[in-house]
């Protein structure tokens, strides 16, 4: 399967429908023939799926890590970056096969909490479901702020719960 990222389908990315359907529930509906993308041509052409909305980047580090290419993994991403990976595999519910790497992603910045942008970073934890990186940036956040910028925190999406900033 060939994946097609960017507005113009500029990002290619060959990919194993058996791989990602593993990884993620959301490929493995779109790959087992309810939908277009999983249907079988009767050309030897490759079958290609459109992704313009999704960030090439963030794909690009997802499949590499679903196709255990570990040694072209970067060892840390910016804080942005991680938040926009953080979006991807909540997206495609592919969590689960990232959890190694972010957690290795998100310790790094646990480690160096002066420069830390904790709304973020809380933003990150929850929709990767790190719980015990979650309880550590909001207690660093509890410890080390008077105020919350909660416009940080949720990226601009409507993901993490409100209330979950007033407890």
Known sequence: MLLKLGAQGETRLLVSTAHMSEASSVFAAMFDGR?????????????????????????TILCKIVHFKADDVFESLTLDALAEFAILCEKYDCTRAAASWAMVWVN????????????????????????????????????????????????????????????
């Open 108 to 167: 790094q910045f646990l480690a160096a909490p002066i420069t830390l942008s904790t709304e973020k970073l809380i933003f990150i934890t929850y929709l990767l479901d790190l719980p015990g990186q979650f309880r550590q940036t909001t207690k660093l956040l509890v410890q080390h702020r008077t105020a919350i910028d909660e416009s940080v925190a949720r990226h601009g999406l409507d993901i993490v719960p409100k209330k979950l900033f007033g407890t």
């Open 35 to 59: 939908f277009l993308e999983g249907q079988s041509s009767t050309t030897d052409a490759q079958r290609e799926v459109l992704l313009p909305e999704d960030d090439p980047g963030s794909m």
